[in-house]
């Protein structure tokens, strides 16, 4: 028997005032629950109860650990109803990590509208320049791009994204558009190094067609910003995501490369844990990110 199971079984029997009024109330015979007292008392070293056939009487010993062991219980209770509540209000501090650019231009915005929607979430923001173990670092939620590696954790598309290839015109009148994949290895190409990847390593798919090109350039950095800042003085050929490159898409201050050819896939998602019982303010801040970006999302069409 635990130690929680032999608090609880105690205070029963001082509250039922008798070894037999116990067994009846538990469905067993009072040779049962005289069993159980003397296996609790002997692993403590103490009477905890006088007895006699018709009442028994608590020994000092017996109110130190009742008196000690009924406030346990009361905590013990207490913590579980605040436990299971939560999945039923969001509540509670939650701790969110997402990587530097895509964290500060809209996970970072969408957090100001979820926490005047739930202000009793305490929302920790942790941006970082890749994605990280959430487990070792102890999150609730990460934000990811593209394929989910780990089995073990559950991932939920909150908005869709792609890859492209740009370049600024100015760059494309100089030096040609580049008409296959292979052209690329003629160009002067902006490299970013911000995962694991292989550096410099582009696969583009047409169809059942897939080519796998390495790329060189003059300039290469890992940060996502500072390579379109490039890309837009017309250094070179960039692969960005959608999401970074819209707005200079629009403008025309880039124009996209090689539009017939996908790039590896670039959705984002909702990582988390794999969990029976998902907690409410993980539910609640999954669900309010679909509907955010399905709301601000400007890059995806609508």
């Known amino acids: 028997m635990d130690k929680l199971s032999d608090l609880e079984f105690f205070t029963r029997l001082v509250k039922h005032g008798s070894l037999a009024a116990l067994a009846r109330d538990i469905g067993v015979t009072p040779p049962a629950v005289t069993a159980r007292l003397a296996q609790l008392e002997k692993r403590l070293g103490v009477r905890l109860l006088n007895r006699t056939t018709r009442r028994i009487s608590v020994t000092h010993e017996g109110e130190v650990y009742l008196e000690t062991g009924a406030r346990i219980l009361d905590e013990l209770n207490e913590l579980e109803k605040r436990v299971s509540s939560s999945r039923g209000s969001p509540r509670g501090k939650l701790r969110v990590n997402a990587t530097f650019g895509f964290g500060r231009r809209h996970i970072a915005p969408a957090i100001v509208a979820f926490a005047r929607q739930y202000p009793e979430v305490e929302v920790q923001l942790e941006l970082t320049d890749r994605s990280v173990n959430l487990a070792d670092q102890a999150f609730d939620i990460g934000i990811w791009f593209g394929t989910i590696p780990d089995s073990r954790l559950v991932a939920r598309k909150i908005v869709g994204n792609r890859r492209l290839l740009c370049a600024a015109p100015a760059y494309l009148k100089a030096a040609g558009t580049p008409m296959q994949p292979r052209d690329l290895q003629s160009h002067q190409c902006i490299i970013l190094r911000e995962s694991d990847a292989a550096y410099g390593t582009w696969h583009l798919q047409r169809g059942n067609k897939v080519e796998t090109i390495k790329v060189r350039g003059g300039l290469s950095t890992n940060d996502g910003e500072v390579g379109v800042l490039w890309a837009r003085n017309g250094f070179g050929i ?27 896939s670039a959705d984002v998602y909702a990582v988390y844990p794999e969990r029976a019982n998902l907690s409410a303010k993980v539910s609640a801040f999954v669900e309010f990110l679909t509907v955010w970006f399905g709301r601000h999302a400007q890059w995806v069409p609508h």
């Open 238 to 264: 960039l692969m960005r995501s959608q999401w970074d490159i819209h707005e200079h898409l629009q403008s025309r201050q880039l124009v996209p490369v090689l539009k017939d050819w996908t790039l590896p």
